[in-house]
C-alpha cells in the first residue's frame, strides 16, 4: 500500500509522476533526452543501463519496467535477463560490458567508477559522450528506484502489464500524452 494516495490504475513511477505533475515534466523530459534522445548508444542500450541499475537496486518495478522496454527494442527477452545475471557473459558489444559495469558500481556508490573502469570502456570503443550518459542514467535510475520503492508504490504481479509498459515505452518514450497509459 503507498504511502501516500495515488491512482490505483497508475502503479509505480507513473502513479507518483501524476501525483505530481510539476516535478513529473522535468523528470520526464530528462529521461526522454536520455534514454531515447540523439546517442550513439542505442534505445535499447540505454534501456539495458536502466534495467542493470534497478535490478541492482532491487527495484521491482522498475526491473520488470525497463526489462520490457529494452526486450522491446531489442527483439531478445533472453538479453536483459542475461545482462541482470552476469554482464560478463551476456550476448551484447564488450563495449557495453563496460559501460553496464561502469552504471553497475554507480548504483552502488558513483566512487566505485575507477579510473580503469574509464579505461577499458574507452578501450573498447566508448566515447566521453558515452561514458558520461552512462552515469548520468544510472544515477537517474537510482534515484528512480529510490523514488518508487521510498513510497512504497503498486507493483503489478502479472508479466503482461510489464509486456503492455514496455510496448508504450517502445512507441511513445517518457513524455506525457492525453492516451499514455489507455492501455495498460
Known sequence: MPYIPLKENLPGITGLLDYR????????????????GESTLTPGERELIATVVSSG?????????????????????????????????????EKMKALLTIASAVQKKGRLVTPEMAAAAREQGATDR?????????????LYNRYVDGLASVTPAEP???HRLGDILLEKGYLPSTDRYSNL
Do not use: G, M, W
Open 21 to 36: 505533475q510539476d516535478t513529473a515534466l522535468p523528470i520526464r523530459q530528462l529521461t526522454q533526452i536520455l534514454l531515447r
Open 160 to 162: 503482461a502489464f510489464y
Open 130 to 142: 558515452e561514458l558520461h550518459d552512462t552515469v548520468l542514467i544510472a544515477a537517474l535510475f537510482s
Open 57 to 93: 537496486n532491487e527495484c521491482k518495478f522498475c526491473t520488470a519496467a525497463h526489462t520490457a522496454a529494452a526486450t522491446a527494442f531489442l527483439h531478445d527477452p533472453s538479453i536483459a535477463e542475461q545482462v541482470k545475471q552476469d554482464i560478463s557473459t551476456a550476448p551484447v558489444s
